[in-house]
């Protein structure tokens, strides 16, 4: 039977998907960098009053941070952002540090000038915003470094997967406070990353990569001192 209708439906259905992607990741963004608090409640409708949006692309997007284990849904207490667990934290320390410098050593590929000049403009950016207040930016400009590498190396998915797991241990990151000091030495260590990729010592960049991810510089006693309340119970030291 011919279904007139099918173009259209099809077409309402891909700006619906826009939108919500859009939302997830507007909100995800939002938790990561800490301006959504963990424990902070989340509606519906709020949310889609503040993006100018219908509720059902916030609601596919609450199922998505859901997934990635963001944000709690319960009948009885509603929605609200996840709390921090430490056991996140660790395994994301893990896996990152593990697979990305794995991508690095084993892929056999040998990135060209024009890629890495590409993730150069992501270590700018990261220069330009040290004494900003943009978190979302120095985010986003620190993701494209990472990602940009994993791609360089013939495997994006790696960073797909990466990505996924590491929401506990940026929002740990964000939360304490991105200084100007500890900014300068994030970009530091990116600079020798990539220094050793263009010199093709890619051996030392991976070992420099996975130092660079396990190097989660944060005061534990100071957390559990000051933000109990965005952890787990019993869960930061």
């Known amino acids: ?40 409640s989340l509606a519906e409708t709020d949310v889609a009053q503040a993006m100018g949006i219908s509720r ?16 709690e849904i319960s009948p009885q207490t509603g929605t609200r ?10 395994e994301a320390v893990f896996i990152r540090s593990t697979l990305e410098s794995a ?5 056999g590929v040998r990135p060209d000038p024009g890629t890495l000049d590409e993730i150069e403009l992501s270590l700018r950016a990261q220069e330009r915003l040290v004494d900003s207040d943009d978190m979302g930016a120095l985010h986003r400009a620190d993701m494209a470094f990472h990602s940009g590498l994993t791609a360089a ?33 994030i970009i530091a260590e990116h600079r020798a990353i990539l220094d050793e990729v263009r010199a093709g010592k890619i051996g030392e960049a991976a070992r420099l ?7 989660v510089d944060f005061d534990q006693a ?12 019993g869960n930061v030291l």
């Not at 011919?2 to 997830?24: D, G």
């Not at 059902?56 to 944000?71: H, Q, S």
């Not at 952002?81 to 660790?90: F, N």
């Not at 100071?222 to 119970?233: I, M, V």
């Open 103 to 107: 991508v690095i050593a084993n892929s």
């Open 81 to 90: 952002v996840s709390l921090i667990d430490m056991t996140r934290v660790r």
């Open 209 to 215: 990569l996975a130092a660079h991810i396990r190097n």
């Open 153 to 185: 190396f013939a495997h994006p998915r790696a960073w797909a997967a990466c990505q996924h797991v590491s929401a506990d241990l940026m929002r740990v990151q964000f939360l304490i406070g991105m200084k100007p000091d500890h900014i300068r030495s």
């Open 1 to 40: 039977m011919l279904n007139l209708n099918a173009p259209v439906v099809a077409e309402q259905s891909e700006r619906r998907n826009t939108i919500s992607a859009k939302a997830y990741k507007e909100l995800r963004e939002a938790i990561i960098t800490a301006r959504v608090l963990p424990g902070a």
């Open 222 to 233: 100071n957390l559990k001192r000051e933000h109990q309340e965005f952890f787990r119970a």
């Open 56 to 71: 059902t692309p916030v609601r596919e997007a609450f199922t998505r941070l859901f997934d990635e284990g963001l944000i």
